[in-house]
């Protein structure tokens, strides 16, 4: 089961990527991302209720819904969207991949848990694999006061997502599942994204053309619905640390699928990464204690 949720995350995160570039454009960002998440909101809730889904809740869990909305569902959003204008795509990816990071410090601090050697070894598996993987993109890329600008909103972005998560951690702590705090939180952002929309002036509009509609519906419903329900169904089960390399496995799908949209080339450096990513993968999702399984029972067979 564990397995199913990380694969439909890894490929359904890694293929939104193209549905997000079809959004961008004629419409303002604040726009798109408001139609996002206020079309997977007001589908996903009723859904809950018709299905008898739809568990009860407090004064208390709103509050911690809202701030999950803003969290996962709305600022971080737009940090990620307008990054994108500064810096390029693979930069993007490879300082989202610092989410296992946060995860991990951010669940010392709020929850006291230790940091495990594995999940440091698996982010520097993976940071490494994807500096690789986007080398030509990075080196291409002038470090100006824009450039830093784009590193400093992707940063933030993917600390609020990791906040998104510490969040996730205290509903699965009260007993409450992913498919209800989720349909609540992105009812929240999407009323924080109508606010910010207000707030800043930005002009309503909406393109009719069939490729920005069906981007905006891949996006509503797998890539919101299905992609974050699976993914802190993930948090609940293996943990926020673990789940978290999600965020390094997806641009490897996404460079799979440019291989064919985009003619990514790829060559020894990018195979290379690839492996390192891989490898950090397989750390991540337990290869270290059962790499540490052998090695003892190897040990007390040769003392033995």
């Known amino acids: 089961m564990n397995l199913a949720l990380y694969l439909t995350t890894v490929f359904i995160w890694g293929t939104t990527w193209l549905a997000i570039h079809f959004q961008v454009g004629e419409v303002p960002v604040l726009i798109s991302i408001f139609y996002r998440f206020a079309l997977a909101g007001m589908l996903f809730l009723p859904l809950l209720m018709l299905l008898n889904k739809r568990q009860t809740t407090s004064l208390k869990d709103h509050g911690f819904f809202l701030l999950q909305g803003a969290c996962l569902f709305s600022f971080n959003f737009i940090c990620f969207y307008y990054a994108s204008g500064y810096i390029v795509s693979g930069l993007i990816s490879v300082v989202f991949s610092l989410a296992t990071l946060f995860n991990a410090f951010n669940n010392r601090l709020i929850w006291k848990q230790k940091i495990a050697p594995a999940v440091i070894v698996a982010t520097l598996f993976g940071l490494a694999g994807l500096i690789m993987?986007?080398?030509?993109?990075?080196?291409?890329?002038?470090?100006?006061?824009?450039?830093?600008?784009?590193?400093?909103?992707?940063?933030?972005?993917?600390?609020?997502?990791?906040?998104?998560?510490?969040?996730?951690?205290?509903?699965?702590?009260?007993?409450?599942?992913?498919?209800?705090?989720?349909?609540?939180?992105?009812?929240?952002?999407?009323?924080?994204?109508?606010?910010?929309?207000?707030?800043?002036?930005?002009?309503?509009?909406?393109?009719?053309?069939?490729?920005?509609?069906?981007?905006?519906?891949?996006?509503?419903?797998p890539g919101s619905i299905i992609g974050f329900t699976t993914y802190l169904s993930l948090v609940a089960r293996l943990g926020a640390n673990q789940a978290a390399y999600a965020t390094v496995m997806f641009p490897v799908v996404a460079l799979t699928i440019s291989s064919w949209v985009e003619n990514y080339q790829w060559n020894t450096m990018s195979f290379t990464g690839l492996f390192l990513v891989l490898a950090g993968n397989s750390i991540a999702l337990g290869g270290w204690q059962r790499l540490r399984q052998y090695q003892l029972r190897l040990t007390a067979a040769r003392t033995g």
């Open 133 to 221: 993987l986007f080398w030509d993109s990075i080196l291409g890329d002038s470090f100006d006061r824009q450039t830093l600008l784009g590193l400093g909103l992707c940063a933030v972005g993917t600390f609020l997502f990791s906040l998104g998560n510490m969040v996730s951690v205290r509903h699965t702590r009260n007993g409450l599942k992913p498919w209800t705090t989720n349909a609540y939180a992105m009812i929240y952002g999407a009323l924080i994204l109508l606010v910010c929309i207000v707030v800043t002036g930005t002009p309503w509009s909406i393109s009719r053309e069939p490729v920005y509609l069906g981007s905006l519906l891949y996006l509503a419903i």
